[in-house]
T-cell receptor
Framework: DIQMTQSPSTLSTSVGDRVTITCRAS??????LAWYQQKPGEAPKLLIY???RLEAGVPSRFSGSGSGTDFTLTINSLQPDDFATYYC?????????FGQGTKLDIK | EGRLLESGGGLVKRGESLRLSCAAS????????INWVRQAPGKGLEWVSS????????YYAASVEGRFTIARDNSKNSLYLQMNGLRDEDTAVYYC???????????RGQGTLVTVSS
């Protein structure tokens, strides 16, 4: 199985900050990476697919980059609505696997 | 806007069975591959199973292979997860969600809680 490792696990941030979350795959997944946002009590919401493609309706302050094994989710000018947990997921092969999550806390 | 609505969760004893349903509305369900993803209390996300739009391709996580069965009925815009031989570690919120490979608008349910107790 492909292992997905996210860092950091928790990030204390403030409104207006620029945030970077990294995700590393245990082997190359080309660009088959998705990023999800999850708020407490809600289902995960797909933000980015194919490593860098923003889903319709997702604010442009979110961006994704990377290919192969190393990927990044960047949030520019963090907004109050962005405090949530973020997960990466590879979907190049089954079993699909998720990173362990990165929780954004208010500093 | 497309929606998925899970149902069928509940409290069961170890070894018992449960059938989850996922009702689709507002989008072309028959064009979408759908996944079941679960989340144990306080834990991260775990992919459980996938089914292609026509049911021709089905996949399971090793942790549920042989115990869970995914199925869909496109005429009823519905997805199912038959769960047999439930274990304590199957306790989780189960979400049905569109596969990230789908190029339509993503859809997701609100989740249904399955609790397995001895």
């Amino acid at each position: 199985d492909i292992q997905m490792t996210q860092s950091p696990s928790t990030l204390s941030t403030s409104v207006g900050d620029r945030v970077t979350i990294t995700c590393r795959a245990s082997e190359s997944i080309s660009g088959w990476l998705a990023w999800y946002q999850q708020k407490p009590g809600e289902a995960p919401k797909l933000l980015i697919y194919k490593a860098s493609r923003l889903e319709a309706g997702v604010p442009s302050r979110f961006s994704g980059s990377g290919s192969g094994t190393d990927f990044t989710l960047t949030i520019n000018s963090l907004q109050p609505d962005d405090f949530a947990t973020y997960y990466c997921q590879q979907y190049i092969t089954y079993p699909y696997t998720f990173g362990q999550g990165t929780k954004l806390d208010i500093k | 806007e497309g929606r998925l609505l899970e149902s069928g969760g509940g409290l069961v004893k170890r070894g018992e069975s449960l059938r989850l349903s996922c009702a689709a509305s507002g989008f072309a369900f028959s064009d979408y591959a759908i996944n079941w993803v679960r989340q144990a209390p306080g834990k991260g996300l775990e992919w459980v199973s996938s089914i292609s739009s026509s049911s021709s391709h089905i996949y399971y996580a090793a942790s549920v292979e042989g115990r869970f069965t995914i199925a869909r009925d496109n005429s009823k815009n519905s997805l199912y997860l038959q769960m047999n031989g439930l274990r304590d570690e199957d306790t989780a919120v189960y979400y049905c969600m569109s596969d990230p490979k789908v190029r339509g608008d993503p859809v997701r349910g609100q989740g249904t809680l399955v609790t397995v107790s001895s």
